[in-house]
């Protein structure tokens, strides 16, 4: 599990836009793959206090499986932007986390329910058999007014579990009422490995089906291998965890459609992120489900 500099930039992002405090849950102790040098850097970028932040006394990672003494500890990482109650969620203690469960259970222990203020995924869905139990726990783990951000493979990647598409993330917080859904596509443009630069595009569940599209064709014009998938979702009042989606294709009469929340949700963006804006016209699988938005360096 773990933090690069693209998750840096969301979960930032939106703690401009609405501070993340209370209970936070990290989906299993998370290795934060960016240089300490790197971080000072991100945060001067959207305009934190550099100075202040380097005289409190961050943790070097002693805990994950990929520690190294170069890189911060995740909840210093956190609280070096964001003051919080931190905890971490994991199938056992091998990483020190504080609480244990194991996520393809669906019978999720009544201490957890309505527990959590925000839960931060940073690749467990990718690495659970069951990722459908996982993410209707983390709803019912959710607070009203929580917020979740989870990034996860969007394509095919060694070690990874599973891979997910944009509209699998989308229609289960739309199908369950919640009151903001925003999920993007991250595709990587140059750079290496852990924190490539990457092209951004918001995902839009409604699209034009074009006469005799090419499926094959159009997985060729833009080279997705390595892309990771953002989910940034919050929960409301009337939100619900139980209501399975159905995929966009199969929608009859008689079920919830999920795609009509869209009207709701794309006034509601997550605008502090922080991209550099270039004409670049090429779409993901020649689908206007997504538009580009910028480039994330």
């Known amino acids: 599990m773990s933090i690069h500099l693209s998750t840096l930039n969301f979960l930032l992002a939106i703690n401009k836009k609405r501070n993340i405090s209370g209970k936070f849950l990290s989906i299993g102790k998370q290795t934060v793959y960016i240089p ?4 000072f850097k991100t945060l001067k970028k959207y305009n934190y206090n550099i100075d202040e932040i380097k005289k409190s006394n961050f943790k070097i990672d002693t805990n994950t499986r990929n520690k190294n003494d170069l890189n911060m500890e995740d909840e210093s990482l ?32 009544k201490k957890l329910i309505n527990s959590y203020d925000f839960i931060y995924d940073g690749g467990t869905l990718d690495n659970v058999f069951s ?31 599973c891979s997910f598409s944009c509209e699998w993330f989308y229609s ?7 009151k903001n859904v925003q999920v993007y596509l991250l595709v990587p443009k140059d750079g290496k490995w852990p924190n490539p630069n990457y092209f951004v595009y918001l995902f839009n569940p409604y699209f034009i089906r074009k006469k005799n599209y090419d499926p094959f064709t159009a997985t060729k014009n833009l080279n997705v291998s ?8 919050e929960k409301g009042k009337s939100s619900s965890n139980n209501n399975l989606p159905i995929q966009s294709h199969y929608i009859e009469k008689k079920d919830i459609d999920w795609r009509k929340k869209n009207k709701i949700y794309k006034n509601k963006k997550i605008n502090k992120l922080k991209l550099k804006k270039i004409s670049f016209k090429k779409r993901p699988f020649l689908s206007d489900h997504y538009k580009f938005l910028g480039i994330l360096e």
């Open 78 to 109: 956190i609280n070096t932007f964001t003051k919080t109650d931190y905890n971490s969620l994991d199938k056992s203690f091998y990483e020190n986390a504080n609480k244990i469960f194991d996520l393809n259970s669906s019978k999720l222990s």
């Open 226 to 233: 390595g892309s990771t998938i953002i989910c940034f979702a």
């Open 131 to 161: 990722p459908a139990n996982a993410i209707v726990s983390f709803s019912k783990m959710l607070k009203e007014n929580g917020r979740i951000l989870h990034s996860n493979m969007g394509s095919a990647w060694p070690g990874a579990y």
């Open 172 to 178: 289960f917080y739309s199908n369950n009422n919640f």
């Open 36 to 39: 300490v040098s790197k971080v």
